[in-house]
């Protein structure tokens, strides 16, 4: 079970950096949600590292059920190819606020679509609701269904 906020940015946050990667991920599927992901390590001890996974996601908003599996880069690579389409790029960084980690991502940076968000995972619903985000400038999208980036892949990448 995923629960999760999800919140559109102004800036990045002002805080520690825990990991910056590179992020390609394409969807299978919208209905079910299946995606493939690839996450390359720009910065620290790890640079250079390379990891790929397969998720399937459920309905819903603050909650859904999620599925995930590591997947090699070669799968990653004839999935990308059998869909066809231009994977979504995202600038992803993880940040660290009072013990939670924050992941912020500038999505398909430089187009005419370009866009920041930051997500927070909780351990329970009610742990999720009572959340604030950092700083200013962040406003919750966790239930508007446009904020939701199978959605964005389908505007952006399917041109409905």
Same mark, same amino acid.
């Given at each position: ?59 819903? &908003?603050?909650?859904? $059920? ?7 880069? @070669? #799968?990653?690579? =004839? ?28 999505? &398909?940076?430089?187009? $005419? ?7 927070? @995972? #909780?351990?329970? =619903? ?35």
């Amino acid at each position: 079970m995923e629960i999760e906020r999800k919140f559109l940015l102004s800036a990045l946050p002002d805080l520690p950096l825990v990991t910056h990667d590179a992020v390609t991920q394409a969807y299978l599927s919208v209905s079910p949600e299946v995606r493939v992901r690839r996450a390359e390590t720009l910065e620290g001890p790890e640079k250079g590292r390379v990891s790929c996974k397969l998720t399937v996601k459920g309905e819903g &908003d603050l909650s859904r $059920e999620e599925i995930e599996t590591p997947i090699t880069e @070669e #799968f990653y690579l =004839e999935i990308v190819r059998f869909i066809g389409r231009e994977p979504i790029r995202k600038d992803y960084r993880r940040y660290m606020y009072g013990g939670r980690a924050l992941d912020c991502s500038v999505v &398909d940076a430089g187009t $005419e679509h370009e866009f920041m968000y930051g997500e927070a @995972e #909780f351990e329970s =619903e009610d742990e999720a609701r009572a959340f604030v985000w950092p700083g200013e400038g962040a406003r919750d999208v966790t239930f508007e269904r446009g904020f939701k980036m199978k959605n964005y892949w389908i505007k952006t990448r399917l041109g409905e």
